[in-house]
């Protein structure tokens, strides 16, 4: 059975826990779906992760329609959200073609985009068109060379102005919103405020559910991953191990075996060499 923001919604209300990971690509869709995690983020970390810039920034509606559409395929019972990127949503019209494209060329079932008070409006102009949106609170990686990469909502302004932009995106009528690095209180006290769910990352257990990126939660980089991610396997440890382990066999000669290999008959090939 699909899973509905509806059920995301009795979730929240039954005190149940809901798991988000990111997801963008076919394959590891497929993954998410065999391990009933009812949630999926085309986020545009995709930049960051798969495409190797070192912000979110250069995304483009193209780059999440496409990786989209190959979550899609995967077929899963999951929730699919996409990011809007960078700058495509700085006004109601360009909002609009943005998650059109999103939603019909790529198939996912919601949008997800950054900030507060000042995207309220195209929040509420979305949602009216029937664009199920969430929205993005705490660091905002798209606003990151303005705030930093850093926690936020830690003094008591921008704290009460986080309260305020959460409670003013429900009223906007997004369906959630994301808590990024954001104080585990303050995030357990919006949670609380709020009627729509909260997806935390960064964000401490009060949240009404939590994200993680893919690559993070995998263990998929040597490098350490960011402060806020439990890496539950060493992925990226297995595959460099197998890719080693399959170097060595060609130079060895190990690889191919005749299992790997096509037969001829021997009188064929002394006939067609005569
Ligand atoms: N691999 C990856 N994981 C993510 O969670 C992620 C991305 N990429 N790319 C898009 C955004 C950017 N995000 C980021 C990126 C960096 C930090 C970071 O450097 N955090 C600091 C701690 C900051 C603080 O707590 O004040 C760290 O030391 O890890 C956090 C979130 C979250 N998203
Ligand atoms: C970190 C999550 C919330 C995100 O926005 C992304 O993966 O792009
Ligand atoms: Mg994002």
Redesign the pocket.
Known sequence: MPFTIQDLQRRKQAGERVAMV?AYDYPSALLVGRAGIPMI?V???MGMVVHGHGT?LPVTVEDIVRHTAAVVRAGTDALIVA?LPFLTYSDPESAVAAARRIMQDGGAHAV?LEGGAAVAPIVRHLVAFGVPVMG?LGFT?QAQHQIGIRAQGKEASAARRMLDDALLLQEAGAFSV?L?LVPAPLAAEITARLGIPTIG?GAGLGCDGQ?Q?WHDLLGLFESKPPRHAKPYAKVGALIEEALRSYREEVEAEAFPTAAQSVKMDEAALAEALR
Request: charged share 25%; net charge negative; hydrophobic share 35%.
């Open positions: 990111t983020l986020g545009d970390s979110t990011d997800k993005h990686p994301v990024e990352i994200v990126v």
